[in-house]
Nanobody
Framework: QVQLVESGGGLVQAGGSLRLSCAAS????????MAWYRQAPGNQRELVAP???????NYADSVKGRFTISRDNAKNTVYLQMNSLKPEDTAVYYC???????????????WGQGTQITVSS
């Protein structure tokens, strides 16, 4: 199994910055793509940014140029640096990881518990 533990959420003023971290632990063969999602009240969960094990990234249009996703494969940890935060970035942010428990096994998706980001105007 894979456990994902997030940290770094909180309250920040508009224009400020925060950095989220998510560490994967447990007994597994590999962690492949990791990603950050977010869900605001009344909205569906949306993909913010994924990053492959090789470092290829992608971003939602709403965060391009402001957020940066990165990872440390040795630590099985993914980060989300969030700059120039806006009130509309307020949401619960979830870490997601695709992993294999053994080399020829299926790929499963795992979720963190979520961390609240609140951006005040």
């Amino acid at each position: 199994q894979v456990q994902l533990v997030e940290s770094g959420g909180g309250l920040v003023q508009a224009g400020g910055s925060l950095r989220l971290s998510c560490a994967a632990s447990g007994s597994f063969f590999s962690i492949n793509t990791m990603a950050w999602y977010r869900q605001a009240p009344g909205n569906q969960r949306e993909l913010v940014a994924p990053i492959t094990s090789g470092g290829t990234t992608n971003y939602a249009d709403s965060v391009k140029g402001r957020f940066t996703i990165s990872r440390d494969n040795a630590k099985n940890t993914v980060y989300l640096q969030m700059n120039s935060l806006k009130p509309e970035d307020t949401a619960v942010y979830y870490c997601n990881a695709e992993g294999k428990l053994y080399s020829d096994g299926p790929t499963y998706r795992y979720w963190g518990q979520g961390t609240q980001i609140t951006v005040s105007s």
